[in-house]
């Protein structure tokens, strides 16, 4: 397969779910102006929550809601693979009022190609920050989620997933071959944190990670780190976006993964 060309986004999302799409809707044309074939959005690109309710939304397309319906068409638009780094998913009756963080994944013709529900929650205290309660208003989902398309195998995960490397390990055994991170990091762990497990995701599972990022000031006391970035399988960091809303661009070489592979044939060597 020839080698194709990835774009990570970088937001800075609020509680303006309008103002949060006119501006995806920018970078996601500035990333196909670049020649992108698959184009990421971060984890709450429409919908970074404060205080105020979730606009949550039944993930139908014949019926779509408005985050939906946007990557609806600006897949089919631009012809582009377009990952919307996670939904508000209204949830079923039996999770008790709770909803889904849902990554939703938009094949080029404007059809649903793969749906991610986020595993891990994100329930922390951030030191002199806000204190963040995923589980109080989602709940977990339970599946591992690889996309085949036509660009090959994508394994799909969310931010706090990122902590639990057996997650990526499995879709690496089902045959994953690049790994979106689609992420709102809070400034307080990503200073410290982000790139390092990027690049341990991407080494250890010979990998190309894509991971697009909030970033910034988004209200009250409520940070990301940003810093949206490409890894190769090496674990060099191709492309990083600077400090503000913007793209990170870089190729996708499968045949360079493979070489890697086959010089360093650990995946082959597991004993557990």
Known sequence: MAPWLAAAVQMTSTEDVAGNLARAGALVARAVARGAGLVTLPENFAWLR???????????????????RFGLEAAARHGVWLLLGSVPEAGAA??????HNTSVLVAPTGRVAAVYRKIHLFDVAIPGGAEVRESDRFAPG?????????????????????????????????GARVLCVPSAFTAHTGKDHWEVLLRARAIENQCWVVAAAQYGHHGANRRSYGHAM???????????????EDIAVAEIDFARQDEIRQQLPCLGHRRL
């Open 50 to 68: 404060i205080s105020g309710p979730d606009p949550a939304e039944v993930l139908d397309e014949r019926a779509p809601g408005p985050i939906l």
């Open 94 to 99: 039996e999770l008790g009022g709770r909803i």
């Open 142 to 174: 339970a599946e591992p989620v690889l996309a085949e398309t036509a660009l090959g195998p994508i394994g799909l995960t969310i931010c706090y997933d990122l902590r639990f490397p057996e997650l990526y390990r499995t879709l690496v055994a089902r």
């Open 230 to 244: 490409i890894v190769d399988p090496w674990g060099a960091v191709l492309a990083c976006a600077p400090d503000r």
